[in-house]
């Protein structure tokens, strides 16, 4: 197995060649990326199988930013006959030796066109893993810890057969996760924040990290899809901006809202739990006014967007980050760092950044 399926966003796929070719090298794992534009997944190919799956197993999943998801090749690309699809992919399996399977995912690009096999992918997960049990490939009952069989569909005709590992993978359908938009937030962009929650705090910390009556200070706030977030969470909440807030927001009496600059604004005591941040201006910028924050003690953690519209974006994401993580590395700052580039992001990315020595 000397290939890797990696699915990004479309329009990321770069980004995606960029990072794996960065982060493999690290490992001296070093190769090659075939890739199309807009077609949301990415085949890396390395010149030595061992290498791979070495970094394969040891590079830590969450680390990654541009990539949702990751599976090692194993077999060419399938063609699946419309008569019998199920013959070939049993056949590939079991030429690859996988060893038990836990769990089966029909899966597709995310793309317009990727997105009509949707049906097909649901329609065929039943009969496939019902014929991957009976040939002894998959145990009888699904079993999270196993192996994980990924069949990633590119047309009826066509699709990769791939496996990844539970312990460093996307535990997600597709690498993404869908959020209902809850009807009463006053912009879509409370799914970023809510993603960003839901992929970077783990449930049972969500009691400690966001609790109710935390104090909030949301930068670059208005309408408020962010706030609303904070405001479910019972947490009080200073809003920075010139624009206007919704007034459902305003009406909770959780929300004070300042029209100032937010590269200025300054909390008047240190006990603000959470700064967060979607303002749309210059990600160097942001990051440096951030760094301050978490340095001067002025928040414990912090989620914040980077705004990505230039051409070299996992250049910029790294750049900008190096610098940040000096700044917090120079001040003694004991951190915790986490970047995605989430589902509901679009030419952006999210950081998380905790102070882990609470003062
Ligand atoms: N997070 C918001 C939500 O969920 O509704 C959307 C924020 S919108 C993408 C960016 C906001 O940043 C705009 O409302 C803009 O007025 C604000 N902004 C940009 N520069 C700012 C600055 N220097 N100070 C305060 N707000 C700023």
Request: aromatic fraction near 10%; charge should be neutral.
């Amino acid at each position: 197995m000397k290939q890797l399926l990696l699915y990004c966003r479309a329009g990321f796929e770069k980004e995606c060649a960029a990072e794996i070719q960065d982060k493999a090298s690290l490992y001296q794992v070093f190769g090659f990326c075939k890739l199309t534009a807009n077609s949301a997944y990415v085949i890396f190919e390395a010149y030595d199988a061992e290498t791979l799956a070495n970094f394969y197993r040891d590079y830590d999943f969450n680390q990654f930013i541009f990539i949702r998801q990751w599976c090692l090749l194993v077999a060419p690309l399938l063609e699946l006959p419309g008569a019998d699809r199920i013959a070939p992919v049993l056949e590939a399996a079991l030429g690859a030796e996988l060893g038990s399977i836990g769990e089966l995912r029909v899966e597709f690009a995310q793309t317009n066109e990727g997105k009509t096999l949707s049906t097909l992918a649901r329609k065929f997960t039943v009969p496939l893993r019902q014929a991957l049990r009976q040939a002894g490939i998959m145990l009888q009952k699904e079993q999270k810890r196993a192996p994980v069989l990924h069949l990633f569909l590119l047309s009826g005709q066509q699709a990769y057969l791939g496996v990844s590992y539970p312990e460093n993978n996307s535990p997600l359908e597709n690498g993404i996760l869908r959020l209902k938009f809850p009807n009463e937030a006053p912009s879509r962009s409370t799914l970023k924040l809510e993603e960003a929650f839901i992929e970077f705090i783990p449930r049972h910390e969500w009691d400690k990290r966001l609790a109710p009556g935390m104090l909030a200070v949301d930068l670059g706030a208005c309408p408020g899809g962010w706030t609303y977030q904070l405001v479910k969470r019972s947490m009080m909440v200073t809003a920075i901006d010139n624009g206007p807030m919704a007034e459902s927001l305003m009406q909770t009496g959780q929300v004070k809202h300042l029209m100032v600059d937010g590269f200025k604004y300054e909390p008047q005591k240190k006990n603000v739990y959470w700064l967060v941040c979607d303002m749309i201006e210059q990600p160097q910028r942001v990051a440096d006014r951030i760094a301050e924050w978490i340095i001067k003690g002025w928040c414990q953690e912090s989620i914040f967007n980077l705004k990505l519209p230039m051409k070299r974006r996992y250049e910029t994401v790294q750049d900008v980050l190096e610098k940040f993580e000096n700044k917090l590395l120079q001040a003694d700052i004991k951190y915790q760092l986490r970047v995605k580039h989430l589902y509901h992001d679009r030419e952006e990315v999210t950081v998380l950044v905790r102070n882990v020595v609470m003062r």
